[in-house]
């Protein structure tokens, strides 16, 4: 099974960056696309981004365009999510996340990573 453990979170001021950063152990890592997930408090987990397993397509939530990019190691194992202009409504635990193909679908992807806290003050 892949393991998955992100890092990177921590707060922030809004207008802010912070790069979030994800290994993975297990499965080949490249045999996977991968996904991020977010979560604030007492709302349901949303999709953020996506990235196949070449990195060649990525997918992105309309509210996070533009400032958040996804990219991936597949050398180092790693998938990361560089984010930017960060806003508060961004606050939230961020998860990534293995699936078979990049989705927006949260039930497509069958690993995931505890989670690292991401806050943004404004």
């Known amino acids: 099974q892949v393991q998955l453990v992100e890092s990177g979170g921590g707060l922030v001021q809004a207008g802010g960056s912070l790069r979030l950063s994800c290994a993975a152990s297990g499965r080949t890592f490249s045999s996977d696309a991968m996904g991020w997930f977010r979560q604030a408090p007492g709302k349901e987990r949303e999709f953020v981004a996506a990235?196949?397993?070449?990195?060649?397509?990525?997918l992105y939530a309309d509210s996070v365009k533009g400032r958040f990019t996804i990219s991936r190691d597949n050398a180092k194992n790693t998938v990361y999510l560089q984010m930017i202009n960060l806003k508060p409504e961004d606050t939230a635990v961020y998860y990534c996340a293995a699936s078979r193909t990049p989705t927006m679908r949260r039930p497509e992807y069958d690993r995931w990573g505890q989670g690292t806290q991401v806050t943004v003050s404004s």
């Open positions: 990235i196949s397993r070449s990195g060649r397509t990525t």
